[in-house]
């Protein structure tokens, strides 16, 4: 469809190269610009240079550390950040509140007039400072199997111009440009004019209790918050250019499905065409081949009209009347085959677990599948179960929620200070790129800070190409290391455009 670059599905996101110091950098044939007007084009360029290096070394460091989820162990992180925030002298609190797992939150205080953490949220709204900004971040990485990568998954290697490391893209890299932004902050002396806390938080990759024991129980250090800025959004680099820079302003709601088919068991020698087993696999058939309707939302039709410029001729008509190109049969059968457009217009099914017998020669009375479904905001999971249960027809499988408490989407609105702050410094590293608003296809936990009344965005300093993206919760999972070198000093314009005075 000529649109394999929209909205690639769950990528660690905006990855950008600024040299240091000079007008422009010529990269990979490309000419990105230094953001000329920008906080950080007034940092004298020897410690810019030393910053890039601190992200490399600290990016390596940081890498090393395992903390697989399950079972996490972020205190091992924790340790991480606040060795390196003790030695900036940068205000931080950290909390295990369970063995081995825990949180990490810090804090540059506005310029005029320090305040103790607990009355922080009741003297900014007395006196009418602006509300603070929170950098959030995710310390736990998904597993990895060492035998399919290139370099140990935990080395922190640098290998062809390449970070290795399982959370390279997810995303301990934004987390280290982060930490970097808090210590430039520091260093620099920057003014501020509200509050800037940073938030390393456990657990996002499984069951998201490092973000739910910090709201429950150090709300107040959130300090009623206005904005955060989180993992998110996307910027493609393809055939050497940004397509566009993405900011996710909200995302699609994981409703997972436990499938389970019931049979006859006996020997593996007498085979029984009613097993749990061949019920299973024939309704997983007829799930795999199920298609849920297309829809379309606001952010989406907006998104793909921003577009419509850079597709060829026939694309851009059908970007720039969406409602009525999904209607058209050609069409629907070009969005089946674009993963990145696809999840964009409909909820989503994946097959992602199965499990039967534990001997071969044993028919199990039961067999077991799982499904990782993707609500579109406003849909509505009752009719996802109930559309799913129809397509299996069959009475000996069962199908159920494995989510404990179904999450409602929400999103962020775009008029405020700090969206026009992205869109600004994105301007200026990226000139002539459309910054568009996005929905992502994997579930942040903005949507966890965005009822406490926080503008919440996925936003991320770095480009990567689709065949980096890729590796993200999959094999081989790097980045490049000239990104990390560049990616905080965009970040840091960012924060200071929308905290700085």
């Not at 603070?132 to 922190?156: C, E, Q």
């Not at 111009?161 to 893209?169: E, I, T, V």
């Not at 996307?234 to 050497?240: A, D, I, K, M, S």
Request: hydrophobic letters at 40%.
């Amino acid at each position: 469809m000529g649109a394999n670059w929209v909205g690639q599905a769950g990528r660690s996101m905006g990855r950008s190269a600024v040299w240091l110091g000079v007008t422009a950098l010529v990269f990979c044939g490309v000419i990105w610009g230094e953001g000329p007007g920008m906080a950080s084009s007034r940092i004298p360029a020897d410690h810019l240079q030393q910053y890039s290096a601190l992200a490399v070394t600290w990016m390596q460091e940081y890498l090393r550390i395992d903390t697989t989820n399950p079972p996490g162990k972020e205190m091992r992180a924790v340790e991480f950040y606040k060795k390196i925030l003790d030695q900036e002298g940068i205000e931080n609190r950290a909390f295990e509140y369970a063995p081995g797992r825990g949180d990490l939150w810090a804090r540059i205080p506005r310029t005029e007039g320090e305040k103790s953490p607990t009355s922080a949220a009741k003297g900014a709204a007395e006196m009418g400072h602006p509300r603070p900004i929170i950098l959030l971040n995710h310390m736990d990485v998904v597993t990895s199997d060492a035998s399919h990568w290139k370099v140990p998954p935990f080395s922190g290697k640098i290998r062809d111009g390449y970070l290795w490391g399982r959370g390279a893209q997810d995303m301990k890299d934004e987390g280290l440009a982060q930490l970097v932004v808090m210590v430039m902050l520091k260093r620099e002396k920057v003014a501020l004019d509200r509050d800037v806390i940073l938030l390393a938080v456990a657990d996002e990759e499984a069951d998201g209790t490092g973000t739910d024991w910090f709201i429950g129980h150090q709300r107040e250090l959130l300090e009623n918050a206005e904005f955060l800025i989180n993992e998110g959004g996307e910027n493609l680099l393809e055939n050497g250019k940004v397509k566009y820079v993405g900011v996710d302003v909200g995302e699609k709601t994981t409703y997972w499905l436990h499938v389970v088919a019931h049979g006859r068991p006996g020997h593996g020698s007498r085979p029984n065409p009613d097993s749990a087993p061949n019920r299973l696999v024939r309704a997983l058939d007829r799930i795999v081949a199920y298609r849920t309707p297309l829809r379309v939302l606001p952010v989406v039709d907006e998104f793909l009209r921003d577009m419509a410029p850079y597709e060829p001729p026939e694309q851009a008509a059908e970007y720039r009347n969406i409602r009525k190109a999904i209607e058209d049969k050609k069409f629907q059968e070009e969005v089946e085959k674009d993963e990145a457009l696809n999840f964009l217009l409909r909820d989503t099914i994946s097959l992602t677990m199965m499990g039967g017998s534990e001997q071969t020669n044993v028919i199990p009375p039961e067999a077991w599948a799982n499904l990782d479904v993707r609500i579109l905001p406003g849909g509505d999971p009752k009719a996802v179960l109930a559309a799913v249960r129809r397509v299996v027809n069959d009475p000996n499988v069962t199908v159920e929620p494995l989510n404990a408490e179904f999450r409602v989407a929400n999103y962020s609105g775009t008029d405020n200070s700090l969206f026009t702050a992205i869109r600004e410094v994105s301007g200026k590293y990226f000139p002539g790129t459309p910054v568009v608003p996005h929905i992502t296809s994997g579930y942040t936990e903005n949507q966890r800070y965005r009822p406490l009344g926080i503008a919440s965005y996925g936003f991320n300093p770095y480009t990567a190409t689709d065949e980096e993206g890729n590796t993200e919760h999959g094999n081989d999972e790097r980045i490049r290391v000239e990104e990390v070198r560049r990616g905080p000093r965009i970040l840091f314009d960012v924060v200071a455009a929308v905290a700085g005075k």
